[in-house]
């Protein structure tokens, strides 16, 4: 719902905030006061084109800046929460507009495209009343109107269920024909899985290979130095360390006993004895293992050349050759289920269109029958909004396709034959701007405003009507607003009286420059601007009584 708007410096408005709230809120004054430019501001903050001509004369901008507040299952938040723009329980948008005709916009305080507004306004503010500004000539909203009109979500559901089964089923198909001939690509894969497999590539493997091919290629120094290291330790020729420790130990022994202390070092000496015997023994059993083996070296060469020639011919690390096989071998399989796989789904691929079909079936016989029904209501009302013999039909259009369409099996267009004799035509033909809104007022309220979008502003809704028919006119709108905020600019009374909430537009000329002012009236002025629209400039004790009558009236 739109709670706050507030303009500065915007055509002939220097400066203007109003609050809104729920019901029917009407907008009057003088001709020529500036009653529009409300809805063109709101036009603006929805994305339409911005030029010049919108900044008042001598200022460098024009600032726009309206204020909703959303429920929780509004649409409108789902779509800031997707576009991460969402701030708490309200949404601002704002739009500023230069002197040059640039413009920048807003919402929630971050910089926005204007493609971005005129989506996010899409689900908060619909505007009735000249064509750039009309909500309800697109295909699209009609359809959703029309949707929401026959309460069919079950049926649009197993559509859009079907249609998704079906599209998943097509694109299966395509990717595994883009693939074309399947033989040549499965020999080559079948020849680099071979070559993989011929060889262990699993990494404990690989790592087993590189510790005994570095055995092998230093062989020789590894022996020599577990000789010689052996020979300096314990060896039984020439002096060695585990000789030399024994003698020490021999040789404090002998003074121990003066000297307890030197009992701990003989300890510590008995143990590093046994360490070097370990150590002489693991010495031993490495130099057993050891020899020079050319033949061994040479199979260890080949084998590791041929796990690297592999590494670059995969262009992965060694280490991921294994995955590699079973990438391979997963897609051999694949490919090989591939024909089987396409003669399936031929088969799966008519039964998900049937499906479709079925569904999409039983979806056009709902829209249809509230098709009918929605027809009836709105040429009733169009006749009661003074335009007798006008009617309303909601066309269907057939649509034969082998893609799947989530939306139905029809199209739907709203055709409008506003006087008798003439054929209908679609409402976005309809030239009139009054008889436009006034068909859009009669479309919401016989569908009880069953639309999404929270806010809906008529523009010469009463234009070209007086009398029985305004009064009508305000009934109607009046209704409306007990399902959706509705904002309307008017100049019949019997209109503006049956609103909730009324804002007078006025004009005057300060040093030389007309400016507009918006103020919003109490029940008093109300009265008083009732007996103006009434009386015109003379306020007469009839006008003002004939105001307290239209307002009694709907009280």
Not at 82 to 108: M, P, T, Y
Not at 140 to 151: E, I, P, V, W
Not at 377 to 400: K, Y
Request: with cysteine; net charge negative.
């Amino acid at each position: 719902m739109l709670a706050h708007l507030a303009i500065k410096d915007f055509a002939v408005v220097s400066s203007a905030e109003l609050d809104f709230g729920p019901g029917l809120t009407v907008i009057s004054g003088e001709t020529g006061a500036g009653k529009s430019l409300l809805v063109d501001a709101l036009g603006l903050l929805s994305g339409l084109r911005a030029d010049s001509g919108a900044v008042r004369h001598g200022a460098q901008r024009a600032e726009l800046t309206a204020q909703f507040v959303l429920d929780d299952a509004s649409p409108a938040r789902a779509w800031l929460r997707e576009n991460e723009l969402d701030e708490d329980n309200d949404c601002q948008v704002r739009r500023v507009v230069r002197a040059d005709g640039g413009s920048r916009a807003w919402i929630n305080g971050r910089p926005v495209t204007v493609a971005q507004l005129t989506d996010l306004a899409g689900l908060l503010v619909e505007i009735h009343g000249q064509h750039e500004h009309q909500a309800l000539l697109t295909r699209a909203s009609q359809l959703s109107l029309l949707d929401a009109y026959a309460r069919c979500e079950p049926q649009r559901a197993a559509v859009e269920q079907a249609a998704h089964q079906w599209a998943s089923l097509l694109r299966e198909r395509e990717a595994l024909l883009a693939k074309g001939d399947v033989t040549d690509r499965m020999g080559w894969l079948q020849h680099q899985f071979d070559e993989l497999d011929r060889e262990t590539l699993e990494p404990e493997s690989l790592g087993k290979l590189n510790a005994d091919h570095r055995r092998h290629a230093h062989a020789a120094a590894l022996i020599a130095a577990c000789e010689g290291a052996f020979t300096r330790l314990g060896g039984d020729e020439g002096p060695s360390l585990s000789s030399a420790l024994n003698q020490v130990r021999s040789e404090l022994q002998h003074v121990a006993e003066h000297e307890p202390r030197l009992g701990e070092v003989d300890g510590m000496l008995d143990n590093a004895a046994i360490q070097i015997d370990e150590a002489l023994s693991l010495l031993d059993r490495v130099r057993s293992d050891l020899e020079v083996d050319p033949d061994a070296f040479a199979v260890l060469e080949r084998r590791l050349g041929r796990i690297h020639e592999l590494s670059r011919k995969h262009r992965v690390p060694p280490e991921q050759l294994a995955e590699q096989r079973d990438t391979i071998a997963t897609e051999l399989d694949t490919l090989r289920g591939a024909d089987a796989r396409l003669a399936g789904l031929d088969g799966e691929i008519a039964q998900a269109r049937g499906r479709w079909r079925t569904a999409a079936d039983a979806l056009g016989a709902v829209r249809r029958s509230a098709g009918a029904s929605l027809s009836d209501a709105t040429s009733a009302l169009i006749g009661e909004l003074g335009m007798g013999g006008g009617r309303f039909e909601v066309a269907f259009e057939p649509i034969e396709t082998e893609r799947p369409d989530p939306q139905g099996g029809e199209r739907v267009e709203f055709l409008v034959a506003a006087n008798p004799g003439q054929p209908a035509r679609p409402l976005r033909k309809v030239a009139s701007g009054g008889e436009l809104s006034r068909i859009s007022l009669a479309i919401e309220v016989a569908a009880l405003g069953l639309d999404a979008v929270p806010t809906m502003v008529f523009d010469e809704v009463d234009s070209g009507i007086g009398g029985g028919v305004a009064e009508i006119v305000g009934q109607k709108l009046r209704a409306l607003g007990a399902s959706r905020q509705v904002l309307c600019v008017t100049h019949l009374p019997q209109v503006a009286a049956q609103g909730h909430a009324h804002y007078r537009v006025s004009k005057a000329a300060s040093q030389g420059v007309t400016q507009s002012a918006v103020t919003r009236l109490d029940a008093k002025q109300r009265e008083e601007e009732l007996a103006r629209m009434l009386g015109g400039v003379e306020m007469t004790r009839e006008a003002r009584a004939a105001a307290k009558r239209l307002l009694a009236d709907v009280e």
